[in-house]
């Protein structure tokens, strides 16, 4: 900073303090997450990419931001009550976000998770106090039957009313806390968003927010991605694959077809490969769901071109991951 700029010291002085905050509780921590330009991965010519970190919640993904109002919309409208045991089926993203959730809150937590899931999220829910029942994957993979078996498990087991089913696939409150993401965006991007993609499980992210992108900019075009392996969106069939999180092996029943003008499958080992990339060439370390919105995110802009913008979102951290090969070889 330039002496002779007095006041323009003083004003980056404020804005750097004003970003070092005390915190009350944990609960703090959620959302207002940063975005990044992505500059070394986008070849000349294209569209800018810009990358919603959520990785910086307190689990390390978006899915904070989703367990947090699905709690507290329940207990708003008094489904929910002290005393109550949470439950939920889940590959271990949502439910370590539950269990965050349900430990700050003072909530005891039960969890139906798979073998086929990263040992990080299955131990990151226990760290949190939750209990973990796992429906085994033979082959350690997320096979078509896998999540619709462990939901109708979590379904028996709530059917005792001392039990809450957060029922994350049918349950609109998910949305509540993902709309967030839009509008966050809005103050981040003012100028305008071209295009939005996200990878799908449940699809709470990309219908939350889109829902806010499209009530101020109607145009921006959203893609929702699947993995090519898994084409249940975009052919109607199911399949296996190995991106934790997304491709459940149904529709999503929060997919509605007004908050999205287009579909796609992305290869698996394009996803991939991206997330070593992006170690490498811009210092981000992400899961796989987020190299395949990277992956779709330059495509984009190679089909936008320069001027435009596409923006996509980092759902997690790649530290998750790391007991796997997606970042390192063995
Ligand atoms: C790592 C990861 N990526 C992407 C998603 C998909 O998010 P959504 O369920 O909002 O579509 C999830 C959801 O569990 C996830 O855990």
Redesign the pocket.
């Known amino acids: 900073m330039s002496p002779s700029h007095p006041g323009r010291q003083v004003s980056a002085i404020r804005r750097k303090h004003s970003a070092v905050r005390l915190i009350n509780s944990a609960r703090q921590l959620v959302g207002n997450t940063p975005v990044i330009q992505l500059r070394n991965i986008v070849p000349e010519g294209c569209a800018d990419v810009y990358l919603k970190l959520e990785s910086g919640n307190p689990t390390g ?1 978006y ?1 904070d931001r989703m367990a947090l109002s699905m709690i507290e919309e329940a207990e708003r409208r008094g489904d929910l009550k002290p005393g109550m045991t949470v439950i939920e089926a889940t ?1 271990g ?2 439910g370590s976000s539950l269990a965050f959730v349900c430990a700050m809150k003072g909530y005891k937590f039960q969890v139906v998770s798979s073998n086929a899931f990263a040992m990080e999220k299955l131990r990151t829910m226990q760290a949190f106090g939750a209990t973990l029942d796992l429906v085994h994957s033979p082959s350690g993979k997320i096979t078509p039957d896998l999540i619709p078996s462990m939901v109708e498990r979590a379904k028996e087991i709530a059917k005792d009313p001392s039990y809450y089913f957060t029922a994350q696939f049918n349950n609109r409150d998910a949305l509540v806390g993902y709309e967030a993401i839009g509008r966050e965006l809005l103050e981040q991007i003012p100028s305008g968003i071209d295009a939005f993609c996200g ?8 219908m939350g927010s889109s829902k806010i992108l499209k009530s101020k900019w109607p145009h921006v075009h959203v893609v929702v991605l699947e993995p090519a392996s898994s084409p249940v969106i975009t052919e109607g069939r199911t399949g296996t694959h190995g991106v ?3 491709g459940i092996g149904f529709r ?1 029943p929060h997919l509605e077809d007004t908050l999205y003008d287009e579909a796609r499958g992305v290869p698996e080992a394009d996803a991939r490969a991206m997330c070593r990339r992006l170690a490498k060439e811009e210092g981000l370390l992400v ?1 796989t ?1 987020t190299g395949m919105n990277v992956v779709a995110a330059v495509d984009l802009a190679q089909r936008l071109g320069q001027g435009k913008k596409v923006v996509t979102v980092a ?2 951290t790649g530290l998750k991951y790391m007991n796997s090969n997606l970042l390192a070889d063995d």
């Open positions: 993904s899915k590959g993203s949502t990878a799908v499980g449940g699809a709470g992210m990309v934790e999180g997304i999503p899961g769901s759902c997690d």
